[in-house]
């Protein structure tokens, strides 16, 4: 069975058309099931977040049927996708997984939200029914090794978030967010480290909007701010100087119309706006608008790339983490290979024990000397052990096959005496065979 991470992300995908590879949180249980179904796949998990869209599958089947499946299934266009995708197997799978749990793989360098959003892939895979022990074993090593590049190295110091990111922008066009408000879109964890990070700079006041008011209630109480349903937005956009969305909607919650109205109710005040969220909250239009500065997630680059300066050494280190933990995967997951094979070596020992057992036991209740009984006893058991490993190792030296014999030294162990080991085959009894008569004296 192979491993497989399948995706596109930032860096190979425009946001055109991620938000359209995007899955929604309600739909994954039902998309990883038909995966499963239609794609041939054993075992999946999806992540989707706002710069990745990624399959992580074990399969007997290929690529191919995951790229048909994701095309099948979106409505994208086949080409578009031949162009972004990229795909990881085997070691490279989990060295990939790693790194994006780790913080490697991400927009900004380090950033901590991501092992919180793969913990929660793994948790509606598990949920949905399509983990298996491969993606799961696999799954605690990548989170197992998150956790030492957190600990371990200084990548997750002085935290720089998408979020972080998206105040420093802010900032650029409105030097003194004191005299400002901030209209949020959404109440999940982006929008509360939103919050966070505008309520440390002085934010004058926050209105945070989000589809159930309980929710955008608990949030706005944090921040002294005030909390209003999304069908509020249109009334309420007027007296935002600073708008940041990030909800996980399928469709646009703000549109051209209501921001022009907005802007006529603020004599043309200039709005900044920030759509940090896949699919786009705000429609593309909204940027035509005179007097409004719209930037998508994509357009936080340039300020986060100095933050990444400050993470190389840290990141170097995390890849030293990252190349210790596959390596140890790896020795794992060979180590099971062998399991079924131990079983089986084990439950022959045992019969044969079983067997010679039975046969002493007889002897003894038919008054046999026990002493006579047991030496019979450890030397037909001995001979039945060793007969197979000494037959093969004679047909592979006489054929040839040394490396057969160094293995045998190396699986039982053996330090050979050249003093004592020339009637070595003078203390094999023949007869103890399988089939032979020796098991039978008593």
């Known amino acids: 069975m192979t491993l497989l991470a399948f995706g596109i992300n930032h860096t190979t995908a425009p946001l055109a058309l991620r938000e359209r590879v995007a899955f929604a949180p309600e739909s994954l249980q039902g998309a990883m099931q038909e995966a499963c179904a239609h794609a041939g796949l054993t075992e999946v998990a999806i992540l989707s977040t706002c710069n990745r869209t ?176 999304l069908a509020d937005i249109p009334e309420q956009l007027h007296r935002a100087d600073i708008v940041i969305s990030s909800t996980a909607s399928q469709l646009p919650l703000l549109g051209k119309g209501a921001v022009e109205s907005a802007l006529k109710k603020r004599k043309h005040k200039p709005m900044f706006m920030l759509d940090i969220a896949v699919p786009r909250d705000i429609e593309e239009q909204v940027g035509e608008l005179d007097d409004v500065y719209l930037y998508t997630v994509d357009d936080l680059h340039a300020v986060i790339d100095e933050n990444k300066k400050s993470r190389v050494a840290a990141a170097d280190q995390a890849e030293e983490i990252i190349t210790e933990g596959v390596e140890l995967f790896l020795r794992q997951q060979r180590a099971l290979n062998a399991v079924e094979t131990v079983k089986a070596y084990r439950s022959k020992a045992e019969q044969l024990r079983d067997l010679e057992l039975e046969k002493a036991l007889r002897s003894l209740h038919s008054g046999a000397n026990p002493e006579q009984v047991l ?48 009637n070595s085959e003078e203390s094999v009894n023949p007869a103890a065979e399988p089939g032979g008569d020796a098991s039978e004296s008593q």
């Open 54 to 229: 990624e399959i992580y599958a074990a399969s007997e089947g290929d690529v191919a049927a995951i790229q048909q499946w994701l095309v099948d299934h979106t409505a994208i266009d086949a080409a578009d996708l031949a162009n972004s995708y990229y795909c990881y197997q085997d070691q490279d799978a989990v060295r990939h997984m790693m790194k994006v749990a780790g913080g490697l793989d991400s927009l900004v360098l380090g950033e901590p939200q991501i092992l919180g959003q793969m913990k929660s892939a793994f948790a509606v895979a598990k949920e949905a029914g399509t983990l298996g022990a491969e993606l799961h074993a696999t799954f605690q090593q990548v989170f197992n090794i998150a956790k030492r590049v957190r600990t371990e190295t200084a990548i997750g110091e002085n935290p720089v978030s998408v979020a972080y990111a998206a105040v420093s922008l802010a900032q650029q066009i409105f030097s003194n967010l004191k005299q400002d408000t901030a209209l949020l879109i959404g109440a999940g964890e982006t929008i509360e480290l939103v919050a966070r990070h505008l309520a440390e700079q002085g934010i004058k006041h926050m209105i945070v909007a989000n589809r159930t008011l309980d929710r955008a209630q608990r949030l706005a109480r944090e921040f002294n701010g005030e909390a209003i349903l």
């Open 375 to 422: 030496q019979q006893f450890a030397r037909n058991l001995t001979n039945k052990l060793i007969h197979s490993p000494t037959t093969v190792l004679k047909e592979a030296s006489a054929s040839s096959r040394h490396h057969v014999i160094q293995v045998a030294h190396e699986l039982f162990a053996l330090s050979l005496n050249p003093d004592t080991s020339t």
